[in-house]
């Protein structure tokens, strides 16, 4: 079955720097984009960024755009989200998910149990 687990959350003071890693089992990682997202309290989950298969496109919200970089490494199966210049802002709990479907568009998005990150002094 399909799972993702995050890791690498915790507390960081503004302007830090944390790196989380989503690892990836039960589908074949390397053929699907991966996307993380983040909730803040009392707010919706939101996308953050996306890496395509091999990492040659990414795209990033706005709000973190300059700050966060994704990557990927296909032979260990796990997405990364390096977040540098930390805002209270970025306060949330952050999930990697994968849309695992067919070419009509049906399927199954899948998300990771997510992890805390904290921006405060």
């Known amino acids: 079955q399909v799972q993702l687990v995050e890791s690498g959350g915790g507390l960081v003071q503004p302007g830090g720097s944390l790196r989380l890693s989503c690892a990836a089992s039960?589908?074949?990682?390397?053929?699907?984009?991966m996307s993380w997202y983040r909730q803040a309290p009392g707010k919706e989950r939101a996308f953050i960024a996306r890496?395509?298969?091999?990492?040659?496109?990414?795209n990033y919200a706005d709000s973190v755009k300059g700050r966060f970089t994704i990557s990927r490494d296909n032979a260990k199966n796990t997405v990364s989200l390096q977040m540098n210049t930390l805002k209270p802002e970025d306060t949330a709990v952050y999930y990697c998910?994968?849309?695992?479907?067919?070419?009509?568009?049906?399927?199954?998005?899948?998300w990771g149990q997510g992890t805390q990150v904290t921006v405060s002094s």
């Open positions: 039960g589908f074949i990682f390397s053929r699907y984009p």
């Open positions: 998910n994968v849309f695992i479907g067919d070419s009509s568009g049906r399927g199954t998005l899948y």
């Open positions: 890496i395509t298969i091999f990492g040659g496109m990414t």
